[in-house]
C-alpha cells in the first residue's frame, strides 16, 4: 500500500512539473484509477503538492545560499583595487544591498513578490517580517561599510607595496562650496577642494588627474608648483597626492617640524642627498638653486659653505627645548634677535615682520629665520 501510495505521490509531482492544475489532475487519477475516491485523490494531491513545496524550498533556500557566498567572495575577495578605487560608492552600494538581500532570502526564503505581500497564516515569517526588514537595512549599511574598508586597504596596500613615486606639477585648482549654515552673525560656509595635476609615470606615459585635498594645503598650493605622487605600478590607475599625511601613510616617513639636530644634519649631508633627508622629516621639499623649499610645511632650507638657514612662517619648535640639544643662550641677546652657542655651532634666531600695505586686511607676516653654523 504504502509502495502505491509512493508512486501516485510521484505520478502527482510528475503532472505537477507538467503545470497541470489541481482538478485536471484528480480528473486523471480518478479516470486512472477506479478503485481510488475523490477524498483518497484529494489528501494524495495535498500531499504531494507539500512535498513538491518542501522539495522547492530547499533548492530556492540553497540557491540563495550559493549567490550569498558568491557576492560575498566577489566584493570581499575578487574585486579588484583599482576597480573599487574608480567607483568607491558604486561598488560597496551595490555589494551592500545584493549580500543584506540573498541573506535575508536565504532566511525568509520568498517565492515571489506576491509571497512577500501575503499574510499567511500560521507562518512563522509573517510574525517576524518587520523585525527582518530592519535587520536587513541594518545589515546592508554594514556591508556596505565594510566592503569599503576592506577594498581601501586594498588601495592602501597596493601603494605601500608597489607605488612608484613621482614629480609633477599643478596646473590648476579650485574650490567648491558644499554647505552653507546660516549661524549667528554671518553664514558659516563648509568647502572642498581639488587640485589639478600632471606628469609622467616611470615609462613616460603622460597623465593629469583632479584629486581632491585638505583646505590648508590648497592654501599653499599654486600653478607649477612641483609635488610629488605615488601610483601603483600594477594599477596605474591608483594614484594619490603625496601631502605629508599620504607619505607618512604610503612610505612610512615621519611628519615633525625641524629641530637643531636636522640643521646639524643638513650642514654635514652632501647636497644631492638633502632633499631626501629633509622629506624623512618632514614631506614635500623641492629644490630651488641653492635652496630646498617646502610649500606644505611654508618653510625654507639655503645652505651655503659656511651655514644653513631655515625660514619659515609658522611657529616652530626648534627653540623649544634647544639646551636638550647642547645648546645654551648666550645673555644679552635682544628680543627678537637671539643667539645660542653649543660646543661646536651657533645658532641665531630672528623674528621677522612685515605688514601689507595692499592688502584689503592689512596683513601681517611673521617670517622665523634660524641661521646655523659650525664655529
Given at each position: 500500500m504504502n509502495d502505491t501510495k509512493e508512486t501516485l505521490i510521484k505520478d502527482i509531482i510528475s503532472q505537477l512539473k507538467k503545470g497541470k492544475s489541481k482538478p485536471k489532475i484528480k480528473k486523471y487519477l480518478l479516470a486512472k484509477h477506479k478503485n481510488l475516491s475523490e477524498e483518497q485523490v484529494k489528501q494524495l494531491i495535498n500531499e504531494a503538492v507539500a512535498i513538491k513545496e518542501k522539495r522547492t524550498d530547499t533548492i530556492l533556500r540553497v540557491f540563495w545560499i550559493v549567490l550569498l557566498l558568491v557576492t560575498f567572495w566577489f566584493f570581499f575577495i575578487k574585486l579588484a583595487p583599482d576597480t573599487y578605487y574608480n567607483s568607491p560608492i558604486f561598488f560597496p552600494l551595490i555589494g551592500g544591498i545584493l549580500l543584506a538581500f540573498f541573506l535575508f532570502q536565504a532566511i525568509m526564503n520568498y517565492r515571489s513578490i506576491e509571497d512577500f505581500v501575503t499574510k499567511h497564516k500560521n507562518d512563522w515569517r509573517t510574525k517576524i517580517k518587520s523585525a527582518m526588514l530592519g535587520v536587513f537595512l541594518v545589515l546592508a549599511v554594514f556591508f556596505m561599510y565594510s566592503i569599503s574598508k576592506i577594498n581601501r586597504a586594498k588601495v592602501d596596500n597596493e601603494l605601500k607595496n608597489n607605488g612608484l613615486v613621482v614629480q609633477g606639477k599643478i596646473i590648476d585648482g579650485y574650490e567648491k562650496i558644499t554647505k552653507r549654515t546660516a549661524k549667528r552673525g554671518g553664514?558659516?560656509?563648509?568647502?572642498?577642494?581639488?587640485?589639478?595635476?600632471?606628469?609622467?609615470?616611470?615609462?613616460?606615459?603622460?597623465?593629469?588627474?583632479?584629486?581632491?585635498?585638505?583646505?590648508?594645503?590648497?592654501?599653499?598650493?599654486?600653478?607649477?608648483?612641483?609635488?610629488?605622487?605615488?601610483?601603483?605600478?600594477?594599477?596605474?590607475?591608483?594614484?594619490?597626492?603625496?601631502?605629508?599625511?599620504?607619505?607618512?601613510?604610503?612610505?612610512?616617513?615621519?611628519?615633525?617640524k625641524l629641530t637643531p639636530a636636522?640643521?646639524?644634519?643638513?650642514?654635514?649631508?652632501?647636497?644631492?642627498?638633502?632633499?631626501?633627508?629633509?622629506?624623512?622629516?618632514?614631506?614635500?621639499?623641492?629644490?630651488?638653486?641653492?635652496?630646498?623649499?617646502?610649500?606644505?610645511l611654508q618653510a625654507a632650507v639655503k645652505k651655503d659653505v659656511y651655514a644653513v638657514y631655515y625660514l619659515t612662517t609658522e611657529a616652530n619648535n626648534i627653540l623649544r627645548n634647544i639646551e636638550e640639544n647642547g645648546f645654551k643662550k648666550i645673555s644679552g641677546s635682544e628680543e627678537k634677535v637671539k643667539n645660542y652657542e653649543s660646543d661646536k655651532y651657533t645658532l641665531q634666531f630672528i623674528s621677522s615682520v612685515e605688514r601689507d600695505k595692499n592688502s584689503k586686511n592689512f596683513t601681517v607676516t611673521t617670517t622665523f629665520i634660524y641661521s646655523l653654523q659650525p664655529k
Open positions: 553664514i558659516s560656509e563648509s568647502s572642498s577642494y581639488t587640485l589639478k595635476i600632471h606628469y609622467n609615470q616611470k615609462d613616460g606615459t603622460s597623465k593629469t588627474i583632479s584629486k581632491g585635498i585638505n583646505g590648508r594645503y590648497y592654501r599653499y598650493s599654486y600653478k607649477e608648483m612641483p609635488v610629488d605622487v605615488i601610483y601603483s605600478e600594477k594599477y596605474p590607475s591608483i594614484v594619490e597626492v603625496l601631502t605629508p599625511e599620504a607619505a607618512k601613510k604610503y612610505l612610512d616617513k615621519k611628519q615633525r636636522d640643521l646639524i644634519m643638513v650642514i654635514k649631508t652632501e647636497n644631492a642627498a638633502v632633499k631626501d633627508s629633509l622629506n624623512n622629516i618632514y614631506y614635500g621639499w623641492h629644490k630651488v638653486e641653492n635652496s630646498w623649499i617646502n610649500d606644505w
